[in-house]
């Protein structure tokens, strides 16, 4: 059975980094897309290649890849299904109880999925933004952070600071952040 398992959630895990990938490059073009200025010419393109190396680059603290931190969340679900399935066989509980213990993770663990697509994106969205100021020759862009009553201290440092198109920009700051980047351009 936990062979079965394994070969199971090695399929699951695979599929859903396809879809991931699939969704994160249809996301950058979208935003790279709908940044288009009309009238400014642009100096460069990017291809679906440049679009991979961007999804795939390792930008987080922790030092891994969005892959990466989806294996580890796979780890964690088959060694909590490997315990508890035991737990069930030796101690004579009702399927119903497994049924209950997974039902409670699997909403821990739909938050911390949650959590990584949705700072995922905001990445990818930051990169395509800055691909695309920067196919126009633009040479700054601003970070800015929403006014209201979620901004966090650490987005609110970040707010209106500007960077070089070429240099590193801390967005996202951290998971779920909201922060974006828009061009600085001068008349």
């Not at 009309?38 to 969005?66: E, P, Y």
């Not at 399927?95 to 739909?110: D, M, T």
Request: overall charge positive.
């Amino acid at each position: 059975m936990q062979t079965q398992l394994d070969v199971r959630l090695k399929e699951l895990n695979e599929r859903q980094q396809r879809q991931m990938l699939r969704a994160f490059k249809r996301n950058y073009w979208d935003i790279y897309n709908e940044l288009n200025i009309d009238g400014l010419r642009l100096f460069s393109t990017i291809d679906d290649n440049a679009v991979t190396q961007v999804i795939n680059a390792i930008w987080c603290a922790d030092g891994k890849s969005w892959s990466q931190r989806i294996w580890q969340n796979t780890a964690l679900l088959k060694e909590t299904l490997n315990e508890e399935l035991i737990r069930c066989v030796t101690t004579g509980k009702n399927p119903s109880y497994l049924k209950k213990v997974l039902q409670e993770r699997f909403n821990v663990s739909f938050g911390n999925a949650d959590m990584l697509v949705r700072t995922e994106l905001a990445h990818i969205q930051t990169q395509a933004a800055k691909q695309r100021y920067r196919d126009y020759g633009l040479d700054e862009v601003e970070v800015l952070a929403d006014k209201d009553e979620r901004r966090c201290d650490v987005c609110g440092k970040l707010h209106k600071k500007r960077y070089g198109i070429n240099d590193p920009v801390p967005i996202p700051a951290h998971p779920r952040c909201r922060c974006c980047i828009v061009p600085v351009i001068d008349d």
